[in-house]
Nanobody, 117 residues
């Protein structure tokens, strides 16, 4: 079955960096687009970044452009989110999503990112 397992979250000071990982299994990873979402307390879940399957083309939310980078390693069945110049407003639970999987959309369990001094 499809599994998405995020890791790499934690507490970081403003201006710091974190790299999130999402290990995927149960499907042919290289053939599917992947994305990262986040949900802050009291807010709706929002799309942060997207990466296509074939070309690896990417898209970002305006709020993270120039600071976050999504990438994928098809040999390791893993998608990454490199987050630099973190701000307190980046504090959220970050989720990996397989938007159009073998039987619909799939989500990981999420990883907490807290940006605070």
């Amino acid at each position: 079955q499809v599994q998405l397992v995020e890791s790499g979250g934690g507490l970081v000071q403003p201006g710091g960096s974190l790299r999130l990982s999402c290990a995927a299994s149960g499907f042919i990873f290289s053939g599917y687009h992947m994305s990262w979402y986040r949900q802050a307390p009291g807010k709706e879940r929002e799309l942060v970044a997207f990466i296509s399957s074939a070309s690896g083309s990417t898209n970002y939310a305006d709020s993270v452009k120039g600071r976050f980078t999504i990438s994928r390693d098809n040999a390791k069945n893993t998608v990454y989110l490199q987050m630099n110049s973190l701000k307190p407003e980046d504090t959220a639970v970050y989720y990996c999503k397989l938007p159009w999987g073998p039987r619909g959309a799939y989500w990981g369990q999420g990883t907490q990112v807290t940006v605070s001094s």
